[in-house]
């Protein structure tokens, strides 16, 4: 308990918060002291104690109702497989736990809040420095000990410890930032592995496209055309993310322009085919509008016009959809003429245009 | 032959020759190309009465003779799967003009439909309704078309299939309730703002793969209450409001005295 039961300023008068005396220093708070104690119901009345003891009996007891239903449903209720069955199984496992947990948790609050003492207390802090005279020998000691090594007086022992010390983190730090090294050919971003001639397939079957196929209003995911065994190999993975296409078949005579320069052709007979990489963050871009042409990045709603050299007309996008020349083989099949002209994906550094 | 043979200098014989090369290669190309489909077995009386219900529902916007105006595409060579589509779902005849054609129930019973199809499907060949088997998901392989969905429908459809917004008002509807006729129907002749997905594309196998894959769907999540299955949005303002709320609300009872 403490003895400050009677908050008074030093002077004992009263002051406003906040208010500065004549020496301009700011009254300092009156300690308010503890709040009178006020005794609960269960501290008066014996037999609101007693309904406090058996609240948190119950709430315990519904802990252990909880334990033994999750046990029983553990057993008569598996998952069957079904979507179904799945749901129920883990459902009722999951109340069952609920209520096994809860019942504890309220059972130990609601016992500390009604039935163990609620007497306010004050632990008075202990400085945390040690006093003067630990403090002195301890400076002592160490003083003793670098006098005993003698590093004072031998220079060459200084140096050797002090090299042997400031030498050890390379053998962390060099294998840290030489397996890192590797990677840091930053000309892998300007280009993808399209080539010219090589063939337009579907994703994920990986078909070959041929001109014919692509319908006007139709839309087809498009991956490089490279050997099944290449596409489980773990580099695809990143070839893929940087050389994924859209292809897009419109009426010529929507096609407003193109982002081919003067004297090339870019498309086939309304056939495009743009980079599916956002150029804002690198979101994949496919939601494809057939009527207005236009696509749309889900991540931020950045807009492209297919029809007009896929430039933005709305979000925070700069930059038009790289286009992917395409011309089409002796086969008919849709084939690169060569790889993108500009890097794919969202700005970066080193990014020249 | 000797005749024949006699006769191959003759001034007409490479006129006759170039006939005959016409005829072959007519008769081959027609042997051989792929029949364009047409509704099935449609009598010339169900495409009268089509005709009739064309003119006195659809051709004030549609033209009398389907052949398009300002507001409404041209139905010459649509095909009766796109009209069993819009028109089976209600979205057609369109209630009003908006940024896309809502769903609503159906205004003709099926029969009529079927007519009206048929009508359509006789102004020029176009994609056909289906058969029972095309969209039967218990054909499918839902494993595949979990792949097809994700890399040609998900960026709309969402990943399970519960739609998602589009620029300007425009939507793509959840998949759900949509049935399996309907759903193909989409693909083949791509409604509105959604592309087409021709037989070559997405062939008529992958297409029943994906319909496997959304009839799967409709049982709803294991994982039990799925929010809508719209992602974080919907799962943010649960736990930011209903359970932070409850946190918020066991730390105000924890420090409350008891009576």
Redesign the interface.
């Known amino acids: 308990m403490s003895d400050n039961q009677n908050p008074r300023t030093p002077d004992g008068s009263q002051r406003e918060l906040g208010h500065r005396d004549e020496h301009g220093v700011v009254g300092t708070f009156a300690d308010p002291g503890l709040p009178e104690h006020r005794s609960r119901q269960a501290d008066r009345d014996p037999e609101a104690a007693k309904r406090g003891e058996r609240q948190v009996a119950a709430l315990f007891g519904i802990s252990v109702i909880g334990t033994i239903a999750a046990l029983v449903v553990y057993f008569v209720i598996p998952p069957d497989g079904t979507t179904a069955g799945v749901r129920l199984s883990t459902l009722t496992l999951g109340v069952a736990i609920a209520f096994a947990l809860l019942g504890i948790g309220l059972g130990a609050v609601h016992w500390a809040k009604v039935l163990m003492s609620d007497h306010e207390k004050v632990d008075e802090r202990h400085p945390i420095a040690s006093d003067e005279e630990t403090r002195v020998a301890a400076v002592a000691e160490l003083e003793a000990g670098v006098k005993d090594s003698g590093i004072a007086r031998r220079g060459v022992l200084k140096g050797a410890v002090i090299s042997a010390l400031a030498l050890f983190p390379l053998t962390i730090a060099v294998p840290l930032v030489g397996s890192v090294g590797g990677d840091w050919n930053v000309s892998k971003l300007k280009h993808t592995m399209w080539k010219r001639g090589m063939r337009l397939a579907i994703d994920p079957s990986g078909r070959p496209i041929k001109a014919a196929d692509v319908t006007i209003g139709s839309v087809v995911h498009v991956i490089p055309d490279v050997p099944e065994e290449e596409r489980q190999s773990h580099e695809w993975i990143t070839e893929k993310a940087k050389a994924v296409v859209l292809l897009v078949r419109l009426d010529p005579r929507d096609i407003v322009s193109e982002q081919a320069p003067e004297g090339e052709d870019w498309s086939y007979d309304g056939i495009v085919a743009f980079s599916k990489i956002c150029t804002h963050v690198g979101c994949p871009v496919a939601l494809y509008e057939q009527q207005t042409h236009h696509l749309l990045c889900p991540c931020h709603q950045s807009t492209f016009d297919v029809a007009d050299g896929a430039k933005v007309v709305f979000g925070p996008a700069k930059r038009p959809l790289p286009q992917l020349p395409i011309t089409v083989d002796d086969e008919g099949y849709l084939v690169a003429q060569s790889d993108f002209h500009e890097p794919i994906g969202p700005s970066f550094w080193e990014r020249l245009k | 032959m000797k005749a024949l043979a006699a006769r191959r200098h003759h001034r007409f014989a490479p006129v006759v020759l170039l006939l005959l090369a016409l005829l072959v290669t007519g008769g081959v190309y027609a042997a051989l190309a792929p029949t364009p489909a047409n509704a099935e077995t449609a009598s010339t009386e169900d495409i009268e009465t089509g005709q009739k219900l064309f003119q006195a529902n659809c051709a004030t916007c549609h033209g009398p003779n389907a052949e398009g105006s300002d507001t409404a595409p041209s139905l010459v060579g649509v095909g009766a799967a796109s009209v069993d589509f819009q028109v089976s779902t209600g979205r057609m005849p369109m209630q009003m003009d908006g940024p896309q054609a809502i769903q609503k129930p159906a205004q003709f019973d099926e029969e009529q439909t079927a007519q009206l199809a048929a009508y359509v499907a006789s102004l020029g060949a176009g994609p056909a309704i289906p058969t029972d088997e095309q969209v039967d998901a218990e054909l499918g392989d839902a494993a595949n078309g979990a ?2 969905f994700r ?2 429908c998900a ?2 459809h969402n990943a399970v299939g519960a739609g ?1 917004a ?2 300007e008002g ?1 939507f ?1 509807p959840p998949l759900w309730e949509t049935s399996e006729r309907n759903i193909y129907q989409a693909m083949l002749t ?1 409604p ?7 037989d ?2 997405v062939t008529p196998e ?1 297409k029943r793969d994906i319909i496997t894959f959304l009839v799967d769907q409709r ?6 209450l799925s929010l809508g299955s719209l992602g974080p949005v919907s799962e943010g303002l649960w736990a930011w409001i209903v359970g932070m709320g409850l946190l918020i609300g066991a730390a105000v ?2 420090g ?4």
């Open positions: 792949a097809l890399t040609n960026m709309c998602g589009l620029s425009k793509a791509g509105q703002s959604m592309p087409v997905f021709n070559a594309t992958e049982e709803g999540s294991a994982g039990g009872w924890i409350a005295k008891s009576s």
